[in-house]
């Protein structure tokens, strides 16, 4: 079989992992209303499965970058998938929350070496081909991934009542298993087999030279920021609705569902600019994109505004719509884009796990927020954050554009 041929295969079976990931990650937000109703929980207490969730995948990204630079990429992220099988089967049979919050906790871990470690796999593979469109295409069906999630919930739950959320996450499995099958007959890119690997000392000195002296260091902040508005607001948005609009959480998963459809087309869109405008502007119009529509829906609710369905869908669409046509896609890709190939996927593993830590940031300050003052003080969080990441992109990152590939 020939490198293309080959890379048109590894590909697409490396990024399904990204469409599972983000099916999973949708599915315990789904989830977070019955799991409350059925314990007697408070949200700040339910919203922690968030929080363990993300903490597992800081740790998974941090590690498995690293290793992924040393040993290779293959058999991490046929291991992963092995991972997430078994703690997803936990999570959907656990008796009680603190094992429900620990299974979330491997499944997150699981989450955050795919993301961590595909990137870089499919980096090595796409020599031939524009790199950024391959990487931007993955993310382009991790939009369904997440839709699937919110419709798929809503469905379990109407159809199954409280006790649907053990479904729910137990469903992920089914995609998982084709998933391990294929990702075991892949084999590592000529472009890694090619390359001297570092010493794990040799790669956290020249990760650290990048965070620095490179910029490195400005993306991954610029991830953190995003990360706080997008795992924040993608984790809470079933419960949001659920809570300004008064409705079942069957029904805010469907309507998170119809909210979360506008990122397909814009997810199209960003494929088609990715290798031709700057990451840059990509980047700094998708942050103030999604900032100003947080900011109004967030002002309007702590003054007490009625917004209806309709206003608020709306508000919320055009938030995700600029995220989705830019730095959802920005943020993840110029790291094993632009890296150098011997830290590439360390880079990827440092950038992700910022942005972990902005998700845990998010959706812990949301829940702090909400307790004080009400959804709207913690979607003006989510907006504050995308302002500044608007400023972080526009003053400390270069002219990030497609003519600056690193071999």
């Given at each position: 079989?020939?490198?293309?041929?080959?890379?048109?295969?590894?590909?697409?079976?490396?990024?399904?992992?990204?469409?599972?990931?983000?099916?999973?990650?949708?599915?315990?937000?789904?989830?977070?209303?019955?799991?409350?109703?059925?314990?007697?929980?408070?949200?700040?207490?339910?919203?922690?499965?968030?929080?363990?969730?993300?903490?597992?995948?800081?740790?998974?990204?941090?590690?498995?970058?690293?290793?992924?630079?040393?040993?290779?990429?293959?058999?991490?992220?046929?291991?992963?998938?092995?991972?997430?099988i078994g703690s997803a089967l936990v999570a959907a049979l656990s008796p009680d929350f603190g094992v429900l919050a620990g299974a979330r906790l491997a499944t997150g871990l699981a989450v955050g070496i795919d993301f961590a470690?595909?990137?870089?796999?499919?980096?090595?593979?796409?020599?031939?081909?524009?790199?950024?469109?391959?990487?931007?295409?993955?993310?382009?069906?991790?939009?369904?991934?997440?839709?699937?999630?919110?419709?798929?919930?809503?469905?379990?739950?109407?159809?199954?009542?409280?006790?649907?959320?053990?479904?729910?996450?137990?469903?992920?499995?089914i995609l998982a298993l084709p998933l391990l099958i294929f990702r075991r007959t892949l084999i590592e890119a000529p472009g890694w087999g090619s390359l001297v690997p570092l010493s794990l000392a040799q790669l956290v000195r020249?990760?650290?030279?990048?965070?620095?002296?490179?910029?490195?260091?400005?993306?991954?902040?610029?991830?953190?920021?995003?990360?706080?508005?997008?795992?924040?607001?993608?984790?809470?948005?079933?419960?949001?609705?659920?809570?300004?609009?008064?409705?079942?959480?069957?029904?805010?998963?469907?309507?998170?569902?119809?909210?979360?459809?506008?990122?397909?087309?814009?997810?199209?869109?960003?494929?088609?600019?990715?290798?031709?405008?700057?990451?840059?502007?990509?980047?700094?119009?998708?942050?103030?994109?999604?900032?100003?529509?947080?900011?109004?829906?967030?002002?309007?609710?702590?003054?007490?505004?009625?917004?209806?369905?309709?206003?608020?869908?709306?508000?919320?669409?055009?938030?995700?719509?600029?995220?989705?046509?830019?730095?959802?896609?920005?943020?993840?890709?110029?790291?094993?884009?632009?890296?150098?190939?011997?830290?590439?996927?360390?880079?990827?593993?440092?950038?992700?796990?910022?942005?972990?830590?902005?998700?845990?940031?998010?959706?812990?300050?949301?829940?702090?927020?909400?307790?004080?003052?009400?959804?709207?003080?913690?979607?003006?969080?989510?907006?504050?954050?995308?302002?500044?990441?608007?400023?972080?992109?526009?003053?400390?990152?270069?002219?990030?554009?497609?003519?600056?590939?690193?071999?």
């Open positions: 079989m020939t490198p293309s041929k080959q890379a048109r295969r590894a590909i697409p079976i490396a990024g399904a992992g990204i469409v599972l990931g983000s099916y999973d990650l949708a599915a315990i937000s789904v989830a977070f209303a019955p799991i409350r109703s059925q314990w007697h929980l408070s949200t700040s207490v339910v919203t922690t499965l968030g929080t363990a969730t993300l903490v597992g995948m800081l740790i998974g990204s941090l590690a498995a970058g690293f290793l992924a630079d040393r040993l290779g990429r293959r058999g991490i992220i046929v291991g992963d998938v092995a991972l997430f470690v595909v990137f870089p796999f499919v980096a090595d593979w796409a020599s031939v081909h524009p790199r950024g469109r391959s990487m931007a295409w993955i993310l382009f069906g991790a939009n369904f991934g997440t839709l699937a999630a919110y419709g798929v919930g809503g469905l379990i739950l109407v159809h199954t009542g409280p006790l649907g959320w053990r479904l729910l996450l137990a469903s992920p499995v020249r990760a650290s030279f990048a965070l620095r002296n490179e910029r490195l260091g400005a993306q991954a902040l610029a991830t953190l920021l995003y990360q706080i508005t997008d795992q924040g607001i993608g984790l809470v948005l079933p419960l949001l609705l659920v809570a300004v609009l008064k409705t079942s959480a069957s029904s805010g998963a469907l309507d998170a569902a119809l909210v979360k459809a506008i990122t397909i087309p814009a997810s199209l869109v960003a494929v088609l600019l990715v290798d031709w405008m700057s990451r840059r502007k990509l980047q700094v119009i998708g942050f103030l994109g999604r900032a100003i529509p947080l900011c109004l829906i967030g002002f309007a609710l702590i003054d007490g505004l009625h917004l209806a369905g309709v206003v608020l869908g709306t508000l919320l669409g055009v938030s995700y719509f600029f995220g989705a046509a830019g730095p959802d896609k920005t943020t993840v890709i110029s790291p094993s884009e632009f890296s150098a190939p011997e830290i590439r996927a360390s880079s990827q593993g440092l950038s992700q796990a910022a942005g972990r830590l902005g998700g845990i940031v998010g959706i812990t300050g949301y829940a702090l927020l909400v307790s004080v003052g009400g959804p709207g003080a913690g979607l003006l969080l989510f907006g504050g954050a995308c302002l500044l990441g608007a400023v972080v992109s526009l003053v400390a990152l270069p002219r990030l554009s497609p003519t600056s590939y690193r071999p």
